[in-house]
């Protein structure tokens, strides 16, 4: 272990020996950050992915250069079906320590497989697409999509979740049970796959509870077979005496009957035949009526779509004609009032510029037009990056950091060389707790105004925000 402020190694004293930093807690948190990769180390080893990715990213909340729990969090993604949050895992790992990094191998085997990638990435689409149908209450299509989702990529756990719940509204359970026990091969932690299981498993219980009474019906009873009957007993026969005579009787009625029905079958068989032929006949009258209709409107859909497509482009030009519009309109009337001359509202003018899209301008304006708008901002730069710093600062005092970032803001920009504003934006954006802004401002202000007392505490603000270890 390293220290964090020269980077000697550490001994086993609460202090570094190279600087005399206090590296107590420091040490505390880097053994906690390690405790938590062990741990989820473990419950990756057994299959409980979701336990796994709970402790890994604590660990990364106490360590982010812990590239062993990135390292481990990332293939925990890749498992479970995700190779994109795996990937971004990967990468910062891999900014973090460039050199003996083995997360550049697995990016490299990731993306030697480019069709693979393709496939699960497009299986994520998909996914999403099945949720959509899902809100718009289409759920066979949503069962439709998600299968072939699952065949893509089996190990991606929310579209198995999400199948099995459409199968559990259709009281398939058995096919819900297959799914859920897919994904708790994959984790066996999933708090939703275990809640699901319970209810399946539940109604599945009920289920043959209710075909074992059936069968305990059935058992109490002795089925054989007399000729062309079925003859049914009691499976615990009592003495009926004289009722065999009776029973003997009825069943010689009973057999001639069946004869009787047998010798009229072939007459009801031809009947229920032509029955059948006449409504297979007007089935398949209606199925082609339904297919021209089908094919009437998917024609109808291509032509909305080709018309939705082309009122799109008009629009996208209408848009892009009220943008050019607007930014002339706003940089002529910033013209026309520095055309006032001595009265002019500088102010104002700051106004209209800063309405003008700084996008138009890099894309789409004229030399001319940039050439104008770069006059006009120098022409006032300095006066109104004067006015906001002194609002900005007087924002900053009263602990307005929002405001004090806003105004501040606006006099480095109209005034690039003005070390009081750059400097009072950087403590503005520390005090508001955003400290890798405040850090670019205060590297800023070290190149732009070295050898000043403003550059000196600028290096100790930035020795504090690293310390902290953001």
């Given at each position: 272990m390293k220290c964090?402020?020269?980077?000697?190694?550490?001994?086993?004293?609460?202090?570094?020996?190279?600087?005399?930093?206090?590296?107590?807690?420091?040490?505390?948190?880097?053994?906690?950050?390690?405790?938590?990769?062990?741990?989820?180390?473990?419950?990756?080893?057994?299959?409980?992915?979701?336990?796994?990715?709970?402790?890994?990213?604590?660990?990364?909340?106490?360590?982010?250069?812990?590239?062993?729990?990135?390292?481990?969090?990332?293939?925990?993604?890749?498992?479970?079906g995700e190779p994109v949050a795996a990937l971004t895992e990967w990468v910062i790992s891999k900014s973090y320590q460039s050199e003996k990094n083995i997360a550049e191998d697995y990016i490299a085997k990731v993306q030697s497989n480019p069709s693979g990638l393709d496939d699960m990435n497009t299986s994520v689409k998909k996914?999403?697409?099945?949720?959509?149908?899902?809100?718009?209450?289409?759920?066979?299509?949503?069962?439709?999509?998600?299968?072939?989702?699952?065949?893509?990529?089996?190990?991606?756990?929310?579209?198995?979740?999400?199948?099995?719940?459409?199968?559990?509204?259709?009281?398939e359970w058995t096919k819900a049970k297959k799914e859920l026990d897919a994904c708790k091969k994959i984790d066996n932690g999933n708090v939703m796959t275990n809640r699901y299981l319970k209810e399946v498993d539940s109604m599945l219980g009920f289920e043959e509870s209710k075909n074992a009474g059936k069968r305990k019906v059935q058992e109490t009873a002795i089925w054989s077979k007399s000729g062309n009957d079925i003859v049914i007993q009691p499976n615990n026969p009592r003495d009926l005496g004289n009722w065999n005579v009776f029973f003997n009787i009825l069943i010689g009625l009973v057999i001639g009957l069946a004869i009787g029905w047998f010798l009229l079958a072939p007459i009801r068989v031809n009947k229920e035949?032509?029955?059948?032929?006449?409504?297979?006949?007007?089935?398949?009258?209606?199925?082609?009526?339904?297919?021209?209709?089908?094919?009437?409107?998917?024609?109808?859909?291509?032509?909305?779509?080709?018309?939705?497509?082309?009122?799109?482009?008009?629009?996208?030009?209408?848009?892009?004609?009220?943008?050019?519009?607007?930014?002339h309109s706003n940089l002529m009337l910033a013209q026309l009032e520095y055309n006032k001359g001595a009265s002019a509202d500088k102010l104002k003018i700051a106004e209209y510029l800063d309405n003008v899209d700084l996008d138009f301008i890099e894309d789409v304006a004229s030399e001319e037009y940039v050439a104008l708008y770069e006059s006009l901002k120098q022409s006032i730069g300095s006066s109104v990056a004067t006015s906001f710093y002194d609002s900005g600062y007087e924002a900053y005092r009263n602990q307005d950091y929002e405001t004090a970032i806003e105004k501040l803001g606006k006099a480095v920009d109209y005034d690039p060389n003005n070390a009081e504003a750059l400097y009072a934006l950087a403590n503005a954006y520390r005090e508001n707790e955003d400290y890798v802004q405040a850090r670019k401002l205060y590297v800023q202000v070290i190149e732009l105004f070295p050898d000043t007392e403003k550059a000196i505490k600028a290096q100790g603000y930035i020795a504090e925000i690293d310390a902290m270890g953001l």
């Open positions: 964090y402020n020269c980077g000697c190694r550490l001994s086993e004293k609460d202090f570094c020996t190279g600087c005399g930093v206090d590296v107590a807690h420091y040490k505390k948190v880097m053994f906690l950050s390690n405790q938590y990769y062990n741990e989820g180390l473990e419950k990756a080893q057994v299959r409980d992915l979701s336990g796994a990715i709970a402790s890994l990213r604590q660990s990364l909340k106490l360590n982010k250069n812990n590239t062993n729990a990135r390292n481990l969090l990332g293939l925990v993604y890749f498992e479970m996914y999403n697409q099945a949720l959509s149908y899902c809100q718009q209450d289409s759920l066979d299509m949503a069962t439709i999509q998600l299968r072939k989702v699952v065949q893509t990529n089996p190990k991606l756990i929310p579209a198995r979740q999400l199948l099995a719940l459409l199968y559990i509204n259709e009281e035949q032509a029955g059948m032929d006449d409504e297979l006949t007007s089935l398949r009258e209606q199925l082609s009526v339904k297919t021209t209709a089908v094919d009437e409107l998917t024609q109808e859909m291509s032509t909305l779509n080709t018309e939705k497509e082309n009122l799109e482009s008009k629009l996208e030009e209408y848009e892009g004609s009220t943008g050019l519009l607007e930014a």
